[in-house]
């Protein structure tokens, strides 16, 4: 089932305001240990900017993945041999009605 664009984003967010809070947190902690000395309020203000662009990072490769999945979907069906030629299973070579054998990739005309 395809997710919407409204849940890819709903998701994205989700994601990225539980990494907001593990990435402030991270930054109170580590900071300090490379002699970084940082108010919360900067801590706060660093961690919104990355959360922005974490955002749309996250909604654009959602979008992206979700297009190759539904172009891999209307990809060209396979081809069978009736007995008039090479034909696509939708649509064969006289627009005849026919029968498709998938044991022998076959189809006949009738």
């Not at 990225?16 to 402030?24: E, I, Q, S």
Request: charged share 15%; with cysteine; proline share 5%.
């Amino acid at each position: 089932m395809m997710q919407s664009r409204v849940m890819s984003l709903v998701e994205a967010i989700a994601n990225v305001v539980v990494g907001y809070g593990v990435a402030v947190l991270t930054q109170i902690l580590i900071f300090p240990v490379f002699g970084l000395h940082t108010t919360l309020a900067q801590n706060l203000a660093l961690g919104g900017a990355f959360t922005a662009v974490s955002i749309a990072r996250s909604y654009a490769l959602r979008r992206l993945f979700e297009a190759i999945r539904t172009s891999e979907l209307k990809a060209e069906p396979p081809m069978a041999i009736c007995d008039q030629g090479f034909c696509s299973l939708s649509t064969c070579c006289l627009e005849r009605p026919y029968l498709y054998d998938p044991m022998r990739n076959s189809a006949w005309h009738f």
